[in-house]
């Protein structure tokens, strides 16, 4: 009796009660390619990039015209209609009071202090947005510009300011952009003095966590997807969409937590946590209504206001 042939495993087709499908029959046994060792010698060392420069990689200076042009060249953003607003209500700074801008960026909100006759500091580790900063007070006139000044530094090494030296100091959505926030609120406590205040603005770390949560609809209702937030990660982020896919900032995503322990640590004493949502209002359409709701559900931004104890 002749012996049946078999079909090679790929053309096997099922025969029983399961129709034949079109990915049917045993997959293709895969031949890995071999394990390919780099010689040692080849291998990056540990710790071949110096610290200066990994702190150097969260710089703003690529996206430094952007970011500038979009705090100065564009009226109602963020910025200026919800967070300035309530930095000067919570520090409530008179003339002459002495206020560390650290993480400065383009100076938009060392500006805002200057020209209500505090003294500001700003420091920040774009040499771009320092330039930028400087120009911005420049062009406030002389008695504006001469209550500022700037450094470019990292914020974590500000040796260069006294020890109990300001009488406030802002970290405006800037933390979760450092790598070393630990060491840079510790560096903000060093330099206040015994009563002054801390500020720190973030984007709400429960609610905006970057690539891990987004909008919703389920046809009727709008909701807040937030699929991971207790464990930290590194995001990187297309600064300015549909523009320069290249141009790209970091940000490190940590929880509510962290951040109170980084106060702890400082021996900071928390005294205000905000919540602050936006003013904006979505033009007739069929989900206006839900986004308005929402806008007042979740906010955008947290505010913390600590204290180092007297
Ligand atoms: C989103 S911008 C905010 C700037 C400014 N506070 C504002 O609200 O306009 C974040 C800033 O953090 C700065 N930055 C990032 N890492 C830093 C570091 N290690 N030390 C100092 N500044 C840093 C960036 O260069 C950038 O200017």
Redesign the pocket.
Same mark, same amino acid.
């Given at each position: 009796m002749p012996l049946k042939r078999r079909l090679p495993t790929s053309r096997r087709v099922s025969s029983g009660h399961r129709p034949a499908m079109p990915w049917a029959g045993a997959p293709r046994r895969r031949v890995l390619p071999k394990r390919i060792v780099l010689p040692k010698k080849i291998l990056p060392p540990k710790q071949a990039v110096p610290a200066h420069q990994r /702190?150097a990689a969260?710089?703003?200076?690529p996206v430094a015209d952007w970011?500038r042009d979009l $705090?100065y060249g564009q009226d109602e953003t963020f *910025?200026q209609t919800v967070i300035q607003p309530n930095l000067r209500r919570i520090l409530g700074l008179r003339p002459g009071a002495k206020l560390l801008d650290l /993480?400065?960026?383009?100076g938009?909100?060392s500006r805002s202090f200057a020209r209500l006759g505090v003294d500001v500091t700003g420091?920040? &580790? +774009?040499p771009e $947005?320092v330039a930028a900063a400087e120009e911005a007070l420049r062009r406030e006139g002389t008695d504006v510009a001469e209550r500022a000044r700037f450094h470019v530094a990292? /914020?974590d090494r500000i040796s260069f300011l006294p020890e109990s030296s300001v009488d406030a100091a802002i970290i405006? $959505? +800037?933390l979760q952009? &450092? *790598?070393?926030a630990k060491e840079t609120v510790a560096a903000a406590a060093r330099v206040l003095k015994p009563g002054g205040r801390l500020v720190v603005v973030l984007n709400h770390p429960c609610f905006r966590v970057p690539k891990g949560s987004s909008w919703g609809w389920d046809g009727t209702n709008m909701f807040r997807r937030v699929d991971r937030y207790l464990s930290e990660w590194t995001a990187r982020l297309q600064a300015h969409p549909g523009s320069d896919p290249l141009a790209v900032t970091v940000s490190f995503h940590r929880p509510l937590q962290y951040y109170f322990m980084c106060l702890a640590k400082a021996g900071l004493l928390v005294a205000g946590l905000e919540e602050w949502i936006s003013d904006r209002q979505s033009g007739p359409g069929t989900r206006a209504a839900e986004e308005n709701r929402t806008r007042k559900e979740f906010p955008l931004f947290l505010c913390l206001t600590a204290v180092k104890p007297a």
């Amino acid at each position: 009796m002749p012996l049946k042939r078999r079909l090679p495993t790929s053309r096997r087709v099922s025969s029983g009660h399961r129709p034949a499908m079109p990915w049917a029959g045993a997959p293709r046994r895969r031949v890995l390619p071999k394990r390919i060792v780099l010689p040692k010698k080849i291998l990056p060392p540990k710790q071949a990039v110096p610290a200066h420069q990994r /702190a150097a990689a969260t710089s703003w200076g690529p996206v430094a015209d952007w970011y500038r042009d979009l $705090l100065y060249g564009q009226d109602e953003t963020f *910025q200026q209609t919800v967070i300035q607003p309530n930095l000067r209500r919570i520090l409530g700074l008179r003339p002459g009071a002495k206020l560390l801008d650290l /993480a400065c960026g383009p100076g938009f909100f060392s500006r805002s202090f200057a020209r209500l006759g505090v003294d500001v500091t700003g420091v920040d &580790i +774009a040499p771009e $947005l320092v330039a930028a900063a400087e120009e911005a007070l420049r062009r406030e006139g002389t008695d504006v510009a001469e209550r500022a000044r700037f450094h470019v530094a990292e /914020a974590d090494r500000i040796s260069f300011l006294p020890e109990s030296s300001v009488d406030a100091a802002i970290i405006v $959505l +800037a933390l979760q952009n &450092i *790598q070393r926030a630990k060491e840079t609120v510790a560096a903000a406590a060093r330099v206040l003095k015994p009563g002054g205040r801390l500020v720190v603005v973030l984007n709400h770390p429960c609610f905006r966590v970057p690539k891990g949560s987004s909008w919703g609809w389920d046809g009727t209702n709008m909701f807040r997807r937030v699929d991971r937030y207790l464990s930290e990660w590194t995001a990187r982020l297309q600064a300015h969409p549909g523009s320069d896919p290249l141009a790209v900032t970091v940000s490190f995503h940590r929880p509510l937590q962290y951040y109170f322990m980084c106060l702890a640590k400082a021996g900071l004493l928390v005294a205000g946590l905000e919540e602050w949502i936006s003013d904006r209002q979505s033009g007739p359409g069929t989900r206006a209504a839900e986004e308005n709701r929402t806008r007042k559900e979740f906010p955008l931004f947290l505010c913390l206001t600590a204290v180092k104890p007297a």
